[in-house]
């Protein structure tokens, strides 16, 4: 009998294929052990080839690989193994159409003096936030990444700073209060009001 083979095709900044690869192939090499798949890398075109036998691996690689093409540092990337955590992109060409002031104007919203709004999400949320060329990467458990997105977002389209962090602030202490009490995490609450 025969296994199946899957593949998927991607294409990511050529000013990335260095970081995907890696020093002597390094990132490349654990993404592949990893995942049980392989990659094929076009290094002039920036085109990149995930194939193998699992349709999960490849589901996997690909997200990993989208991550450090989102500009995302591999050591953040490789967060996206682990099955509880996501990656969810936010395109700031939805929020300032084809104007590149404007873009870069949001972009500046979204990381605010020194790092500050970016910092502030990340520490409400516990993801990790990465703003490259038009678009916004998160990295977290789903929960985190919602909120993180819902900020972004707020942000992008003129919220005050401060509203922003008000409802992240309260949004953690609900979770934080929430978990004390023995209510369980967010996920296993959905669940059984799913349920009911």
Same mark, same amino acid.
């Given at each position: ?16 294929? +260095? ?26 075109? =920036? ?11 490849? @589901? ?16 953040? +990337?490789? !967060? !996206? !193994?682990?099955?509880?955590?996501? #990656? ?6 939805? @929020? ?18 020194? =790092? ?6 990340? @520490? @409400? ?7 490259? =060329? ?40 609900? #979770? ?7 209510? =369980?995490? !967010? ?10």
């Amino acid at each position: 009998m025969t296994s199946q083979q899957y593949n998927y095709e991607l294409k990511i900044p050529r000013e990335r294929i +260095a970081v995907l690869i890696g020093k002597k192939g390094v990132i490349k090499r654990e993404i592949e052990a990893s995942t049980k798949t392989k990659l094929n890398i076009d290094s002039k075109e =920036g085109d990149v080839l995930i194939y193998g036998e699992d349709a999960m691996g490849i @589901f996997t690689a690909r997200e990993v690989i989208e991550a450090i093409a989102r500009g995302f540092n591999p050591e953040f +990337a490789r !967060l !996206l !193994l682990k099955t509880d955590y996501v #990656l969810v992109i936010v395109d700031i060409k939805d @929020f300032a159409g084809k104007n590149n002031e404007t873009a870069l104007r949001l972009k500046g919203r979204v990381i605010g003096k020194d =790092g500050k709004s970016r910092k502030t999400i990340e @520490f @409400f949320t516990e993801t990790k936030i990465c703003v490259y =060329g038009k678009t916004i990467g998160i990295i977290g458990k789903p929960e985190g990444v919602e909120s993180a997105r819902r900020a972004v977002e707020s942000l992008l389209k003129g919220a005050p700073h401060g509203n922003v962090y008000k409802v992240l602030e309260n949004k953690k202490r609900e #979770l934080t209060i929430k978990e004390l009490s023995g209510e =369980g995490s !967010l996920d296993e609450r959905e669940g059984k009001e799913q349920i009911q």
